[in-house]
Nanobody
Framework: VQLQASGGGLVQAGDSLRLSCAVSGRTVFNHVMGWFRQAPGKEREGVSVINRRDGSTRYADSAKGRFTITRDNAKNTVYLQMNSLKPEDTAVYYC????????????????????WGQGTLVTVSS
């Protein structure tokens, strides 16, 4: 499974960005796809995930109300629309996927995902 993330960049606080993650390879059984981020000096944290089959979603508290995750199964692509960006959103954003289901409490746990993209940098200036 290969993941290619794109869409990062330098924006000002309050701006929007849309990240994309294209998945290729053995994608038929990918069950969950998600976005994670890692800021300098911090651990990688879950931002948002989506169930590829039923479209159900889960968000970190920091993303609720500002970020929206969607997927296009025909294109094997997941998107993260980020609005009202803040300087504290600055991080490298990674997409990830796994084939099997997860319990609700583990969905935003980066350790549960075996397949990762290369990351795309989002920088939000104040």
């Amino acid at each position: 499974v290969q993941l290619q993330a794109s869409g990062g960049g330098l924006v000002q606080a309050g701006d929007s960005l849309r990240l994309s993650c294209a998945v290729s390879g053995r994608t038929v059984f990918n069950h969950v796809m998600g976005w994670f981020r890692q800021a300098p000096g911090k651990e990688r944290e879950g931002v948002s995930v989506i169930n590829r089959r039923d479209g159900s979603t889960r968000y970190a508290d920091s993303a609720k109300g500002r970020f929206t995750i969607t997927r296009d199964n025909a294109k094997n692509t997941v998107y993260l629309q980020m609005n009202s960006l803040k300087p504290e959103d600055t991080a490298v954003y990674y997409c990830a996927t796994r084939r099997n289901r997860l319990v609700l409490s583990a969905l935003l746990d980066a350790a549960q995902y075996p397949y990762w993209g290369q990351g795309t940098l989002v920088t939000v200036s104040s």
